[in-house]
T-cell receptor, first 114, second 114 residues
Framework: GENVEQHPSTLSVQEGDSAVIKCTYS??????FPWYKQELGKRPQLIID?????GEKKDQRIAVTLNKTAKHFSLHITETQPEDSAVYFC?????????????FGGGTRLMVKP | KAGVTQTPRYLIKTRGQQVTLSCSPI?????VSWYQQTPGQGLQFLFE???????NKGNFPGRFSGRQFSNSRSEMNVSTLELGDSALYLC?????????????FGPGTRLTVT
């Protein structure tokens, strides 16, 4: 089955700096890659996603890049703010008749210091 | 639209008992997936229901089961509870089933097994 690895497990940045979280996946059939943000005690919140026919996608301060050849994708957050502090999860989904199953990475705890 | 709701939000059970958790998807969403979140194992897929049928099942023992009703509401059941079943159980809804459809999570049910 699919395996997703995520690095780093913790990331501490100064407010205003950029943060990058990287994920690799094992199954080349994966074609949908969402990112979720989970604040303490809250539900995971979908913040951005990318499909395999696209190499990069941006939404204000966040962007995701995908390298299908290398089987890795990354989340980029620019001009970080204290409210960006949370745990971020990457995930991958394989396009076949198995439905909506997401395989998650282990998570990255991002701490933005004011 | 109202978001995904889950009941109850907190549960304390004793080993050997069984438990039923409920999930109401976003209006119009027909797919419901269930995930288990623990500090050690992270987010793991349990199963997905679409049109009252189980589409896919993760690597969990048969003690974990679920069902979906005609109004798309879903329940999951865990029988013969073990200490290791203590976790946050999250459901996520999607408009339909298949890779690439955005999944939105509920707040989760925190299950503690003593």
């Amino acid at each position: 089955g699919e395996n997703v690895e995520q690095h780093p497990s913790t990331l501490s940045v100064q407010e205003g700096d950029s943060a990058v979280i990287k994920c690799t996946y094992s199954d080349s059939a994966s074609n949908y890659f969402p990112w979720y943000k989970q604040e303490l005690g809250k539900r995971p919140q979908l913040i951005i996603d990318i499909r395999s026919n696209v190499g990069e996608k941006k939404d204000q301060r966040i962007a995701v890049t995908l390298n299908k050849t290398a089987k890795h994708f990354s989340l980029h957050i620019t001009e970080t703010q204290p409210e960006d502090s949370a745990v971020y999860f990457c995930a991958a989904s394989i396009d076949h008749n198995a439905g909506n199953m997401l395989t998650f990475g282990g998570g990255t705890r991002l701490m933005v210091k004011p | 639209k109202a978001g995904v709701t889950q009941t109850p939000r907190y549960l304390i059970k004793t080993r050997g008992q069984q438990v039923t958790l409920s999930c109401s998807p976003i209006s119009g969403h027909r797919s419901v997936s269930w995930y288990q979140q623990t500090p050690g194992q992270g987010l793991q897929f349990l199963f997905e229901y679409f049109s009252e049928t189980q589409r896919n099942k993760g690597n969990f023992p048969g003690r974990f089961s679920g069902r979906q009703f005609s109004n798309s509401r879903s329940e999951m059941n865990v029988s013969t509870l073990e200490l290791g079943d203590s976790a946050l159980y999250l459901c996520a809804s999607s408009t339909t089933s298949g890779a690439g459809y955005e999944q939105y999570f509920g707040p989760g049910t925190r299950l503690t097994v003593t």
